[in-house]
């Protein structure tokens, strides 16, 4: 992860990483070295401190993260949208990597229908691109083992 953050950096002025909860509990608790007589634990005292308060870190190595909401696709609770086995680094201030762009006015017309109801429609258009311009990186943990919906 390290690596990939350090090559995601170079493109930008800083790196965010963005995971399901279930990755960030996987770099958590789990990772923690106690102190030894000549070494230091993993985590810093704050570290450690925010997986006792919140249940996660917050900060790997100086790089922020942000969760991602964790939605699952049946009422069992297995199966996931996002693969929590993925987290995403991407560049910060630098180049955008997803582009929104609406174009033109919100075009809005109503219609009275015979009972006298009225239907209001309104529309506008939107676009989405994302530039792939070896600027970002994904990490997989397959310790991870829950499954999810492609």
């Not at 399901?20 to 102190?35: H, L, N, T």
């Not at 017309?109 to 994904?138: C, F, P």
Request: aromatic share 12%; charged share 15%; hydrophobic share 35%.
């Amino acid at each position: 992860m390290f690596k990939l953050v350090s090559v995601v950096k170079a493109y930008g002025n800083g790196a965010v990483i963005f995971a399901p909860s279930e990755f960030v509990g996987a770099m958590g608790p789990d990772a923690i070295v106690p102190v030894g007589a000549n070494y230091q634990g993993v985590y810093h005292p704050q570290d450690i401190d925010r997986i006792h308060n919140e249940g996660y870190i917050n900060i790997f190595r100086g790089t922020p993260i942000v969760q991602l909401p964790l939605s699952y696709t049946d009422e069992n609770n297995k199966t996931t949208y996002i693969d929590p086995q993925l987290a995403y680094v991407l560049p910060t201030g630098g180049e955008r990597v997803v582009k929104v762009v609406l174009e033109g006015d919100t075009q809005i017309w109503d219609y009275t229908n015979a009972d006298q109801s009225m239907e209001i429609n309104t529309y506008r258009k939107l676009g989405v691109a994302i530039l792939t311009h070896h600027n970002w990186g994904i990490y997989q943990n397959t310790g991870i083992t829950q499954t999810y919906v492609e």
